[in-house]
T-cell receptor, first 115, second 120 residues
Framework: AQKITQTQPGMFVQEKEAVTLDCTYDTSDPSYGLFWYKQPSSGEMIFLIYQGSYDQQNATEGRYSLNFQKARKSANLVISASQLGDSAMYFCAMREGPTGNQFYFGTGTSLTVIP | GAGVSQSPSNKVTEKGKDVELRCDPISGHTALYWYRQSLGQGLEFLIYFQGNSAPDKSGLPSDRFSAERTGGSVSTLTIQRTQQEDSAVYLC??????????????????FGPGTRLTVL
């Protein structure tokens, strides 16, 4: 089974609107971290936000928030007030706790912000 | 502070040649990762170093690929006898690798700008 699943290959959003990028994960480890990265056309991977499995509250960083639903094993990224500069690939990733060395990445979602 | 740096930024080589890609992690980060990203694809894990522990090489695609990390800092990824299918962007990332963050899985990776390898 895939560790990280991103089912939206491409998304479009109107500038200033909010958008949700979906991510589901699969692990039996009680300790894990979930991460979102942005990859603009320049190619660099930019860390956006993370959520620990024991965190009680959803993570927020500026316009980014992570909608963490542990029972459903989902960690969706919400971008509020989209900007043209948000157009990029977005990758969801997971690192498992004590037994994990690897970060598992999803296949990514391409977000296009329309003016 | 300085982020993760990689060199060269671009490398064009002929099939059959050996190449070396360098990664300089964030100072103080004990964990270092190499990934490969083919055009339009996600990230493929290659290798992981954590402090002085034996590296996790489970992602290396063939014995033509090797990596070392000297002095717990700079890492070099070597590809011998390059093939056209090796063409990709090679990304390096480092993370603090603290015991607590590793245990809880909250160890955040920070990426370098990548090396774009083209094998002709």
């Amino acid at each position: 089974a895939q560790k990280i699943t991103q089912t939206q290959p491409g998304m479009f959003v109107q500038e200033k609107e909010a958008v949700t990028l979906d991510c589901t994960y699969d692990t039996s480890d009680p300790s894990y971290g979930l991460f979102w990265y942005k990859q603009p056309s320049s190619g660099e991977m930019i860390f956006l936000i993370y959520q620990g499995s024991y965190d009680q509250q959803n993570a927020t960083e500026g316009r980014y928030s992570l909608n963490f639903q542990k029972a459903r094993k989902s960690a969706n990224l919400v971008i509020s007030a989209s900007q043209l500069g948000d157009s990029a690939m977005y990758f969801c990733a997971m690192r498992e706790g004590p037994t994990g060395n690897q970060f598992y990445f999803g296949t990514g979602t391409s977000l296009t912000v329309i003016p | 502070g300085a982020g993760v740096s990689q060199s060269p930024s671009n490398k064009v080589t002929e099939k059959g040649k050996d190449v070396e890609l360098r990664c300089d992690p964030i100072s103080g980060h004990t964990a270092l990762y190499w990934y490969r990203q083919s055009l339009g694809q996600g990230l493929e894990f290659l290798i992981y170093f954590q402090g002085n522990s034996a590296p996790d090489k489970s992602g290396l695609p063939s014995d033509r690929f090797s990596a070392e990390r000297t002095g717990g800092s700079v890492s070099t990824l070597t590809i011998q006898r390059t093939q056209q299918e090796d063409s990709a962007v090679y990304l390096c990332a480092s993370s603090p690798g603290t015991v607590q963050e590793s245990y809880y899985g909250t160890d955040t990776q920070y990426f370098g700008p990548g090396t774009r390898l083209t094998v002709l």
